[in-house]
Antibody
Framework: EVQLLESGGGLVQPGGSLRLSCEAS????????MNWVRQAPGKGLEWVSS????????YYADSVRGRFTISRDNSKNTLYLQMISLRADDTAVYYC??????????????WGQGTLVTVSS | QSALTQPASVSGSPGQSITISCTGT?????????VSWYQQHPGKAPKLMIY???NRPSGVSNRFSGSKSDNTASLTISGLQAEDEGDYYC???????????FGGGTKLTVL
């Protein structure tokens, strides 16, 4: 059974930093691209970032490029999202999501339960 | 503004069929087979309902079906049931540097 467990969310001041983690199990982690998708309160889904199975290719939404960094440790089956220069509009539930493909994100098939990030003073 | 356009809401009575559209461009929906649909209930994580335009994951009811014509993908739910109520999102691979785009979501109400 695929399981994705996010952690690291919380309250942070504007301009602050946070690192999210996602522990994966139930599948061969290194074989699949992984994603971060966020959902602001009462809003729709917004794709944030993707990383290939090997970790060699990364992709970002324009809204976070230059501030967020996605990475993975295949030896620990863990996905990360380092977030800096956080803004109020980054407030959202952040979902870790497994892709069906290995090299590029072409379709998410499993989602974690999400971790809430609140950016506020 | 979302990259893919969905109606904000649709509704139907139990037993009826409804269709949710998802309109993009030739750089995303129209250009690739990588369109997915997700169901989300309040306070829950999204759940994959359709992948690669027409395919249903194991365990998803065959009342759910997907199709595509030109730049518009569609999700059809037949034999509506109360449990189908929720938000539905489409997504597509895109050749732009953002890689993945979502629709704005459609709220399905079962009357």
């Amino acid at each position: 059974e695929v399981q994705l467990l996010e952690s690291g969310g919380g309250l942070v001041q504007p301009g602050g930093s946070l690192r999210l983690s996602c522990e994966a199990s139930g599948f061969t982690f290194s074989s699949f691209a992984m994603n971060w998708v966020r959902q602001a309160p009462g809003k729709g889904l917004e794709w944030v970032s993707s990383i290939s199975g090997s970790g060699g290719s990364t992709y970002y939404a324009d809204s976070v490029r230059g501030r967020f960094t996605i990475s993975r440790d295949n030896s620990k089956n863990t996905l990360y999202l380092q977030m800096i220069s956080l803004r109020a509009d980054d407030t959202a539930v952040y979902y870790c999501a497994k892709d069906r493909y290995g090299s590029q994100s072409k379709g998410i098939d499993y989602w974690g339960q999400g971790t809430l990030v609140t950016v506020s003073s | 503004q979302s990259a893919l356009t969905q109606p904000a809401s649709v509704s139907g009575s139990p037993g009826q069929s409804i269709t949710i559209s998802c309109t993009g461009t030739s750089s995303d929906v129209g250009g690739y087979k990588y369109v997915s649909w997700y169901q989300q209930h309040p306070g829950k994580a999204p759940k994959l309902m359709i992948y690669d335009v027409t395919n249903r994951p194991s365990g998803v009811s065959n009342r759910f079906s997907g199709s595509k014509s030109d730049n518009t993908a569609s999700l059809t739910i037949s034999g509506l049931q109360a449990e189908d109520e929720g938000d539905y999102y489409c997504s597509s691979y895109t050749s732009s540097n953002t890689l993945v785009v979502f629709g704005g979501g459609t709220k399905l109400t079962v009357l």
